[in-house]
């Protein structure tokens, strides 16, 4: 089973009960992201997080409920007025602390919070790791639409932190098909850049 079809295309496989926890997921991100949008200035911020869930199933693989899940929801705590028990009760306990492992602490300066994050993801549940991937890859991808000077600003930054993801996510390589496929992937894409 998977979140999205061969082609790309959000529907996918899924059907029935599963499919509308998922399509819960997306509407619920839509409302809590509606009034954002993406670095251009002119797409809705939630088709990032539809993006990394599309990646987390159809590039990496990987048809794990919670981790698809997580994709959507990874930015909710972070840059909304949402909050881990909102997520709990409504997606369970596990999706809301992979999203809690995702979350920035932005209330602290920069480095420690940035430290802090790394340890947090690290600590945390594996599909935390994954999603970590699939955000920093999609953020890669991102870099494309970007005019070339705002371009060139961003690519260090976003390749560092695809590096950090990596390194995050080594450690289960060997041990977790998707976070292999996950890391794969984007070390192919960096090598891109």
Known sequence: MTLFSADGMPGGRVVGAEGAFFQEAVNYAARA????????GNTPYVAHVVRCAMTVSWVFGCDDKLAILAAILHDTIEDTTTDYDDIAERFGVGVADCVAA???NMAMPELPREREYDQRIASGPWQARLVKLADVYENLCDLGDMPAEQRAKKTSDALDRARRALKLAQGERASNAAIARGCEALEKLVATF
């Open 33 to 40: 992201h509606r009034s954002q949008l993406r670095k251009d």
């Open 102 to 104: 995702l979350t920035k």
